[in-house]
């Protein structure tokens, strides 16, 4: 099947690659707070950042932040289609809207007319919330789904608008993952894909992981969120941890031990501050925190670098490839370990 590929903002989907995206968890008139949040998540390999529209204030605020930030922004609109129309004026890159709450037919063509005169992109973002009167329409609620999508599709297509971004988010694991299959053999359009409301840090990214990880593999998914009710930092790490174990994108790796009685260290403090180096790096690097020499020189001996306690109190061992460099006290040893990944 012919697959749409275009561009939002400065970066381009469909062509075989994958963007990460977030959400902002503060109001949009917030300016301020959303210019840097949105900056410091691109630091962290963030693609697209989504801004949900709720007045004019939200709306008048889009145009101050895009002026700050080097990443596409969308706006995400429910039930007022003329806030979608002014998101598009206001500079957004990209528009979600719901069909199940975009009110009239004659309402969606006018949003279309302007995306298609702006050469702005529009997602359709279908939920359990959009079904309405297609609800038990058809033999199963998949195929509700995408009853509701065809209709919402007819109109684009009789508008000739192609610049489409389809999402069929479910909170439920095993039907996310059959909407997902079910779109991508039906469709040309590029896919966000996502569980809706995963949860907390720890069952969200579970969750997520079962249901994202098989479509994954197989290729589908242009774009991607895990939706966290945590800090957006836990989303770009999810995503990325997430994609490389499909396959999808290279990007560091880091290996921890759990610890046990012969761990002297604190191997949490040590990995959590190795986390921060990695999340700001872009390399195909395999990093190993382990608790003692046992595991450090012997179950990680094929990493980069690794750094392990050395059975003695403040005295840490760093390795490469099985061998040791060295052994250092543990700020002399951080600041080796960044030293090595900003060079490898």
């Known amino acids: 099947m012919r697959k749409i590929i275009f561009n939002i903002g400065n970066k381009t989907i469909g062509d075989g690659g994958i963007l990460i995206q977030s959400m902002s968890d503060r109001k949009t008139s917030l300016i301020e707070e959303n210019i840097s949040l949105t900056n410091s998540l691109e630091e962290l390999s963030l693609d697209m950042m989504r801004f949900s529209i709720l007045d004019e204030d939200d709306l008048n605020a889009l145009i101050e932040i895009k002026k700050k930030v080097n990443i596409p922004i969308i706006a995400d609109i429910h039930y007022n289609y003329l806030y979608a129309i002014k998101a598009m004026k206001n500079h957004a890159d990209k528009v979600r809207i719901n069909p199940g709450n975009i009110g009239s037919e004659s309402n969606l063509r006018e949003v279309i007319k302007t995306a298609k005169e702006m050469n702005i ?17 058809t033999s199963s609620k998949i195929d509700d789904y995408l009853l509701a999508l065809d209709e919402t599709l007819e ?8 610049k489409i971004v389809l999402s069929l988010k479910s909170s439920d694991v095993d039907m996310t993952t059959q909407l997902y299959r079910r779109a991508y053999e039906k469709y040309p ?21 079962v249901a994202l990880f098989p479509l994954l593999k197989d ?8 939706s966290l009710a945590e800090k957006r930092e836990y989303e770009i790490r999810a995503c990325k941890t997430l994609l490389k174990c499909a396959g999808r994108i290279k990007v560091p790796s880091l290996t921890v031990c759990p610890t046990c009685g012969r761990t002297l260290v604190d191997v949490k403090e040590l990995s959590d501050r190795i986390q921060l180096i990695l999340d700001r790096t872009n390399k195909d690097i395999h990093v190993a925190c382990m608790g003692c020499p046992v595991n450090g020189l012997g179950e ?17 061992i760093l390795f490469s490839r099985g061998k040791e460099i060295g052994r250092y006290k543990k700020e002399e040893a951080l600041k080796k370990i960044e030293e090595y990944i900003k060079e490898f």
């Open 121 to 137: 992109p529009l997602r359709i973002g279908v939920n359990s919330g959009s079904l309405n009167k297609y609800k038990g329409k």
């Open 155 to 162: 109109i684009f297509k009789q508008e000739n608008f192609e």
């Open 189 to 209: 359009y590029p896919l966000h894909i996502g569980l809706t409301e995963a949860g907390r840090a720890l069952e969200g990214a579970i969750k997520s992981t």
């Open 219 to 226: 290729g589908i998914g242009d774009t991607i969120r895990v």
């Open 300 to 316: 990680a001996k094929d990493c980069d670098i690794g750094i392990t306690g050395s059975g003695l109190k403040d005295l840490y």
